[in-house]
């Protein structure tokens, strides 16, 4: 071997280990960020590409991305249990006031002078100084904000906005020669349709269409009391008003739409099948449901559909609005990097994404009163999730929620199953 092939070998060998060198620095310098989130797998092929460009603009940051798609709470509890919550955690409404209440959430600050002035008790608070830089919400719909916020504090960025609209099978009302609903029907017209709706296809005495659908869980029910003024929490989380004369007649109406008018599936009737199936299997004339069901509804819908907002009570057509969001734990070694993270999953190019997919009703304003309603696919009438944002209630959550529920749902048992009163 001559001398200029052993120079040009030991050249490659001096650039092999000062590349390996500069790897293992940089490695050493990057920060290892934890993030959890839930998500179905159409979610997360979302989201994965998002974390990879956030890498790729923030070098110095490695994103540990914990995908938990089942008893994402439970495991949650546990992480912040053992000293091991992740830096940035997504969040929804429900159980915010749990983790907020126990002081293991970050406060989001919001930049001042960002948004219009509301109350000098929120003004003095946004003057204290946080551990992490202020954040712009100004392009944020403040019921969202509100959603997200514990005793007037801000703990998570929110992505989405949920709510609850009535999806209808387009062919089915065509078929009978019904009249499609329109925004400004009430709870008498609503039941005329589902009665008209509900039909025994094949004179066997079963019925094979249901005029609207039915489900046991307090979110479904939750917009019929609403609607003719009760619920189950007061606003200020004080005062249980499931027995105030406005909600019990909502529960009434809701409990009657199954056992007196027959124009909703019993349990024996729908068996193993969830509603969204029976939608699927046009079986439902009428399904009240979130906008989740928007992505499996374009791909596997054979029929005509659309959505229209939940019918009008005493009170008008009030649905409950939940969101879901980004937080900070507060045990967090990492917040300022936890908070570029936040920033950019929030960001409008990243929310358009989420968006596209027709799985959100999108917190940010700019993207939900643009892209959203550009959206050329069903359903049609995209503008009724940005219209019922009026009049829509942010449920009242209370650090015992989760008790209040299962509480609810072994005496609701009775009312809906066994066709008592409550």
Same mark, same amino acid.
Request: with cysteine.
């Given at each position: ?5 052993? /120079? ?6 001096? #650039? ?44 110095? #940051?490695? &994103? ?65 100084? @946080? ?14 904000? *509100? ?9 998570? =960025? ?6 609850? &609209? ?25 039941? #005329?349709?589902?009665?008209?709706? +509900?039909?025994? +296809? ?8 249901? %005029? ?19 619920? &189950? ?14 909600? *019990? ?44 069901? =928007?992505? *499996? ?5 054979? /029929?005509?559909?659309? =959505?229209?907002?939940?019918?009008? %009570? ?15 734990? *507060? ?17 409008? %190019? ?9 799985? #959100? ?8 009163? %643009? ?6 696919? @069903? ?15 942010? +449920? ?19 009312? /809906? ?6």
């Amino acid at each position: 071997m001559n001398f200029k092939k052993i /120079f040009i070998l030991f050249l490659l060998v001096l #650039i092999l280990v000062l590349a390996g060198k500069n790897a293992q620095h940089e490695n050493i310098d990057k920060i290892n960020l934890q993030f959890a989130s839930w998500g179905s797998k159409s979610e997360i092929d979302i989201l994965k590409p998002i974390l990879r460009e956030f890498e790729l603009k923030n070098p110095d #940051i490695k &994103v540990e991305f914990i995908h938990i798609p089942q008893n994402y709470f439970q495991k949650i509890h546990l992480l912040f249990a053992s000293n091991l919550a992740p830096d940035v955690i997504f969040m929804n409404n429900l159980y915010l006031p749990i983790y907020a209440n126990a002081g293991m959430l970050e406060e989001i600050k919001e930049q001042e002078g960002k948004r219009e002035k509301e109350k000098g008790k929120r003004k003095r608070e946004l003057q204290n100084h @946080s551990p992490i830089h202020p954040f712009n919400l100004s392009t944020f719909y403040d019921k969202s904000l *509100k959603a997200m916020s514990y005793n007037d504090k801000l703990y998570a =960025v929110p992505r989405d906005i949920s709510t609850l &609209v009535i999806y209808y099978n387009k062919d089915i009302f065509n078929r009978y020669n019904v009249p499609c609903p329109n925004k400004y029907w009430s709870f008498n017209d609503f039941l #005329i349709l589902a009665q008209k709706l +509900t039909k025994d +296809t094949n004179k066997d005495e079963k019925t094979d269409i249901w %005029g609207i659908s039915f489900e046991e869980d307090l979110l479904f029910y939750l917009p019929y009391l609403m609607s003719e003024g009760g619920g &189950v929490l007061s606003d200020d989380l004080k005062t249980m008003i499931i027995n105030t004369p406005e909600s *019990k007649k909502g529960l009434q109406f809701y409990a009657d739409l199954r056992n007196k008018y027959n124009v909703a599936p019993k349990k024996s009737e729908s068996a193993s099948a969830t509603m969204a199936q029976l939608f699927l299997q046009e079986k439902l004339a009428m399904h009240l449901s979130g906008r989740w069901l =928007v992505p *499996k509804y374009r791909t596997d819908a054979k /029929f005509d559909w659309n =959505v229209i907002n939940f019918p009008t %009570g005493d009170k008008g057509s009030v649905v409950p609005l939940d969101a879901s969001g980004w937080s900070i734990a *507060k045990s967090s070694k990492h917040k300022t990097e936890a908070m570029r993270l936040i920033e950019y999953l929030s960001s409008k %190019g990243s929310i358009e994404k989420f968006s596209q997919s027709g799985l #959100i009703v999108p917190a940010r304003i700019d993207v939900a009163e %643009g892209d959203f309603l550009q959206d050329k696919k @069903s359903p049609r009438n995209n503008r009724v999730f940005i219209d019922i944002i009026k009049t829509v209630q942010i +449920t009242p959550v209370s650090t015992n929620y989760s008790e209040i529920q299962d509480d609810l749902k072994e005496k609701m048992n009775y009312l /809906f199953n066994a066709a008592g009163k409550f």
